[in-house]
């Protein structure tokens, strides 16, 4: 589990130093997951290396999300003026996501 938390911490130092160096609008750790797709497409790593330790993260990924919600009661009065918009926003992107993750699993299968 250790090599699998050194591989993401890898990946992500990798996907923040690309963003440093070329600063492009696109976070660090996008990036990060991006290469590390692309190193497990390849078979650079295996998934069985990362497995546990994405599963551990994942059991707690709620956790990670309490700075976020803590954070947004500093802007409560924004929210509470323009919560009408923003919960179309929020609808409006969440159905467009899973609408596009559909369409790119399916041509993954495919090609599988």
Do not use: C
Request: hydrophobic share 55%; net charge neutral.
């Amino acid at each position: 589990m250790l090599k699998g938390f050194l591989w993401i911490f890898i990946f992500l130092g990798l996907g923040e130093l690309i963003n440093y160096a070329l600063d492009i609008p696109i976070p660090g750790n996008i990036l990060g997951m991006l290469l590390i797709f692309i190193a497990l497409k390849l078979n650079i790593i295996q998934l069985k290396t990362l497995k546990p330790a994405s599963d551990l993260l994942l059991k707690y990924m709620v956790l990670f999300f309490v700075p976020y919600g803590v954070g947004l009661m500093s802007y409560y009065d924004f929210i509470e003026s323009y919560w009408v918009i923003l919960s179309v926003a929020a609808v409006f992107t969440t159905l467009i996501t899973l609408y596009i993750t559909a369409i790119i699993q399916q041509k993954m299968e495919r090609h599988d």
